[in-house]
């Protein structure tokens, strides 16, 4: 079945399409939004969303880009969000704690195992996700799904909507927080 077939059947509520969308594309967005959250069970939660949204929406996708970019620019929306809901609940702990309503959570450190990370480069790869974590939104989402998903610049432009010279600006800025960052790190961990 092709990718238009696929839509159509979607569109009219076929489970099996659905299943076939799920089955092709789950490691894809298991994947994204797991280089974004950092934590795979708030990955995995996020996945799901990410499917239901593509359900409940799939009626108003038009073909303008193909459907893994609707569905990475979905992905890496609803891990957005995790975060500033994430970051929201973080604040609001703080404020309860300041006044001695409840106890601040703590942070855990970046322990997760993302699929794509081979064993020997395991503590490598969690210094490059905590740095990673530190990065304004927009480059950790332009950085991750180039480096860790393997998408052109041309194909994170279409994902984020914005320009090819953004793409290839928010990139090298990314390069050059994360070069700063773990130099930083090397230096006092040498």
Known sequence: MNEQELIALLKEGDESAFKELVLTWQDMVFNTVLSIVQNEEDAEDVSQEVFVQVFQSISSFKSESKLSTWIYRIATTKALDHLRKKKRKKRFAFVQSFFGLQEQEK????????????????????????ALEKLPEKQKVAFSLHKVEGL???????????????????????????KKQLTDYYQTHA
């Open 152 to 178: 052109s610049y041309q194909e994170i432009g279409e994902v984020m909507q914005t320009t090819l010279p953004a793409v290839e600006s928010l990139i090298h800025r990314a390069k050059g927080n994360l």
């Open 107 to 130: 942070e855990l450190p970046v322990t997760f195992n993302h699929p794509g990370i081979i064993l020997d480069n395991k503590e490598k790869a969690a210094v490059l996700f905590k």
